[in-house]
């Protein structure tokens, strides 16, 4: 009697969270450039605003923590508009007519995975 045939199901996992978080850090070419918590956030509207029009700057995003003095944050967005808001900060290039960068340091759909970084670890 011969064997039953095995069948195999493909399984594709994708990712049902409703947000992805990004810690980034602003950067400016010339020093002692400051903006407060309001200041950035308008910034990353604006970004969003000149590359994709007033619809997508309209996006749910949200600054969780923003420090002052290394002006970086933990941002939240939707992850549909995950994309938008990436390239968005990535080619924005000036605030002010200040030549400055964002670098986008972890992404993650889990907030506490931004709460570590590997790349920074000190063994004893």
Not at 90 to 107: D, E, H, N
Request: contains cysteine; positive net charge; glycine residues 6%.
């Amino acid at each position: 009697m011969p064997a039953p045939a095995t069948t195999y199901e493909r399984v594709v996992y994708k990712n049902p969270s409703e947000y992805h978080y990004m810690k980034v850090c602003l950067e400016f070419q010339d020093r002692g450039v400051g903006l407060n918590a309001a200041q950035f956030k308008q910034l990353l509207i604006s970004a969003l605003k000149d590359l994709f029009g007033e619809v997508d700057a309209a996006l749910p995003l949200d600054v969780l923590t923003y420090e002052e003095k290394t002006l970086s944050a933990i941002l939240r967005i939707c992850s549909s508009g995950l994309v938008k808001l990436w390239s968005s900060l990535t080619l924005l290039g000036s605030y002010k007519g200040k030549k400055c960068a964002f670098r986008v340091i972890q992404v993650s759909p889990f907030l506490l995975a931004l709460s570590g970084n590997s790349r920074e670890l000190v063994l004893d």
